[in-house]
């Protein structure tokens, strides 16, 4: 073995570390035992820190520079513009502010989504019988791949031979076009909606089971029905785990982009695209590569004011409440 | 000592996984794709003859973005192309969503020696930088210059060549309904129009068939209608004025287009909501005989019928050309199909060289006839048996200039969104004349 063995006795610092120190020093290792300890964490940390920086923030530092730049994406002509791609976003373009018109439709399922969750996983948290198999069922379409869902979201949306339609006219009722203006975002909403209730359901089923049970039998004792324990025992309880639940539905719709991309294209005409919808099309098919990267900024900066709003409205409520 | 062993084998098995993925593969075998494409490739490979022959000689591997060819079409030409030049090496390989891979193969210096290029990719300028001048091929004396024009690099000079041409904005019609509805071949709006009712009265799913869910499939109206309507082959320089923010009006060709597209779909011969009728559940009805007509190009009909019934394609499926108004005038266009270009960046030039000359000149007439297209090579002959019917005006076709496709790239015109969002009856012909005009500005404005 490379290092002496590890024992408790020999931990901390002070007295205890000279010690080690001098036992290090007679077995042949002239090494303290912090620097060991040091080289061991170094090294674990090594390879994930380098793949982060590889991956996650040098791409990100890149995109930033990219987008003071006028960069199409394919030739080497990279040359230093200012802020011509942020004027270009905030005074003449439209297109780009319009999309995200649709991804606030993303955020509404959102919403409605982690209410449904939390009902869901109230419900299945009491004693009810099969209750692992309905958790299993709800969260099952969070595990399919996306691009596979989209596609077979894409069949089941099909006007002439959707299921549902063959089963809406078998019953003699008018069949739906769901992907026509008015509602194709509902449905490309609905898709996500149909995905994530399980995953935010099983979040909040975990921070169900934090709450101590003490509480609910003193409020039963106490006389308070379902909604009064729902209202003003769980919901205070499980307060972060909210907000951590609305931070990645909010910034889930900020990015909705696979649903749009494969089943409707953006269609039809322009009336389901999302805000990063906008960047791939600008980016990959009108080889604007700086455009895009300023896209990509501001979406980064409005997906962090959000959140900022939301924490701040969340925990000043937190604040409140502990007075 | 059971736990160590079971320890061990998982490890092994670990390791094995491992190294499969990076073991190096033995030549004769077909190997992956070396690009870093998430799309899944194939390749096929040929092994030179023995015989030693004086002659080019090296190793050169072409990309192409026709994957249904990789088993079938390809090996064939390898063998052919081998007879020839016994020494040179080819590896075919073909990939999925070709053209954003290409972008990233371009900026990426991850360049094939010879690969399929398109009209609009790469730009002009990506042609100078990325791609090797061909004008001193012998392909450049043979095929027809006018369809060379479409693959120049800004400085004038041919970065791609042409082996095949189709003809678009004509209407593929199912020969069979129509001979059970007694229909003649329309000349006109109104006998299309008439036609169109029938079939849909008839019970068939469309008359007239818009797939608009896929917006791409509504780029003939824009490839066809406006040359068509102003009779001008030059129309996208002419009347795009690179200096007015409002150079579409409604009365102009685009406005003329996207009333047609309009007229048609109120006319009610139009299948139900086009905007969720995609382009292979179209396939699938046309192929059942569910379809009545469908305005595309000549590359269409290789896909028109079941594969096995695709050599007698004639006697399924006709082609007319589209009426555009009353006026008995008929125009039918030819325009270029994909290309083949030189990497700059290619190890053996002479050898590209040879296999671009081999498939311009020796190979033509097989692979234009595998395409269901027509030769730009003015020795080769391709005739179909549906071919002889059409009866309308040839028009050419002149390639937007650099400054119009600068607007159009900076503005995002996009003209398929607008006509599918015409079709589905979500804008009408003059909103999307503003949004034209509006994008148009825009593109402008980034300058």
């Not at chain 1, 649709?102 to 919403?111: E, F, M, P, Q, V």
């Not at chain 2, 992956?32 to 494409?37: G, L, N």
Request: one cysteine or more.
């Amino acid at each position: 073995m490379p290092f002496p063995p590890l024992q408790g006795r020999y931990r901390g610092g002070g007295e205890r570390q000279e010690k080690a120190f001098e036992i290090s020093v007679e077995s042949g290792y002239p090494m303290k035992y912090r620097t060991q300890e040091r080289i061991i964490i170094i090294a674990f940390l090594a390879i994930p820190f380098a793949l982060m920086v590889m991956f996650l923030i040098y791409p990100t530092l890149r995109v930033v520079y990219m987008s003071f730049t006028n960069w199409d994406g394919v030739l080497p002509k990279m040359d230093y513009v200012g802020l011509k791609n942020y004027k270009y976003i905030f005074q003449v373009d439209k297109e780009a502010w319009v999309s995200l018109t649709n991804n606030a439709i993303y955020a509404i399922s959102g919403l409605v989504q982690n209410i449904v969750a939390l009902l869901l996983a109230v419900a299945l948290s009491s004693k009810i019988k099969g209750r692992n198999i309905f958790r299993a069922i709800i969260f099952l379409p969070f595990i399919l791949n996306s691009v596979a869902v989209s596609y077979m979201f894409d069949f089941m949306y099909n006007y002439e031979t959707s299921p549902i339609n063959v089963i809406l006219e078998a019953l003699k009722l008018q069949p739906v076009d769901f992907l026509n203006g008015k509602n194709v975002n509902i449905s490309l909403a609905a898709v996500c909606f149909w995905r994530y209730t399980g995953y935010s359901m099983i979040i909040y089923i975990a921070a169900l089971k934090s709450i101590s049970h003490e509480i609910y039998e003193s409020a039963q004792i106490d006389g308070a029905n379902a909604a009064q324990t729902l209202w003003y025992i769980t919901l205070p309880n499980i307060r972060t785990i909210i907000e951590l639940n609305l931070f990645l539905t909010l910034s889930g719709s900020l990015n909705a982009f696979v649903e749009p991309w494969i089943i409707t294209k953006g269609g039809p005409g322009t009336k389901s695209r999302t805000f990063l919808f906008t960047i791939v099309k600008n980016a990959f098919e009108f080889s604007r590569f700086s455009y895009a990267a300023a896209l990509a900024v501001v979406l980064i900066i409005m997906a962090l004011t959000l959140t900022w709003i939301q924490k701040r409205v969340i925990m000043k409520g937190e604040k409140q409440y502990e007075k | 000592m059971v736990k160590r062993i079971i320890a061990l084998v998982v490890c092994i098995m670990m390791v094995a996984a491992l190294a499969v993925g990076c073991g190096e593969k033995p030549v004769s075998q077909p190997s992956a794709s070396p690009s870093a494409t998430p799309a899944p490739s194939q390749s096929a490979e040929a092994s030179a003859t023995p015989e030693p022959a004086p002659g080019i000689s090296g190793e050169i591997t072409m990309l192409s973005n026709q994957v249904n060819w990789l088993e079938s079409f390809y090996p064939e030409m390898i063998k052919e192309f081998n007879a020839k030049y016994p020494n040179i090496k080819l590896t075919v390989d073909a990939i999925e969503g070709y053209e954003e891979t290409l972008k990233i193969k371009m900026s990426s210096d991850d360049l094939p020696d010879v690969l399929t290029s398109f009209v609009n990719t790469p730009s002009a300028e990506q042609r100078e930088a990325f791609l090797l001048p061909l004008d001193d091929t012998a392909s450049a004396g043979k095929i027809d210059p006018d369809f060379q024009a479409f693959f120049k690099g800004a400085d004038g000079k041919v970065y791609g060549m042409p082996y095949a041409k189709d003809i678009s904005g004509i209407v593929i019609y199912n020969k069979k309904i129509f001979k059970d509805l007694n229909l003649s071949i329309p000349k006109t709006l109104d006998e299309l129009i008439a036609a169109g009712k029938t079939i849909k009265d008839a019970g068939y799913v469309a008359g007239l068939a818009m797939c608009s869910k896929d917006q791409w499939t509504m780029c003939q109206f824009d490839e066809g209608g406006p040359r068509f309507f102003s009779g001008n082959p030059n129309v996208f320089n002419d009347v795009l004025d690179v200096n007015s923010d409002a150079p579409f009006t409604i009365d102009g060709p685009w406005g003329k287009t996207f009333t047609l597209i309009d007229t048609l779909v109120k006319s009610g011969i139009v299948n139900e909501s086009p905007n969720s009728y995609g382009w292979e559940p179209f396939k699938a009805d046309f192929k059942a005989n569910k379809i009545g007509m469908f305005l595309m190009a000549s590359w269409f009909i290789g896909q028109s019928v079941p594969d096995e019934l695709v050599n007698e394609a004639g006697d399924y499926v006709g082609i007319f050309a589209m009426p555009l108004d009353n006026s008995g005038k008929l125009y039918a266009k030819f325009s270029p199909m994909p290309a083949l270009s030189i990497a700059k960046s290619t190890k053996n030039p002479e050898a590209a060289k040879a296999l671009v000359d081999f498939m311009c000149l020796d190979y033509n007439e097989k692979l234009t006839k595998a395409q269901t297209g027509f030769s730009t090579n003015p020795d080769v002959n391709v005739v179909y048996d549906w071919s002889s019917e059409l009866d309308a005006e040839s028009m050419a076709e002149l390639p937007k200039s650099p400054e119009v496709t600068n607007i159009w790239n900076n503005g995002a015109v996009d003209f398929s969104a607008k006509a599918s969002a015409v079709a589905g009856g979500e804008m009408t012909p003059e909103e999307a004349i503003e949004a034209m005009n509006a994008s148009w500005a825009a593109g402008r404005a980034a300058k």
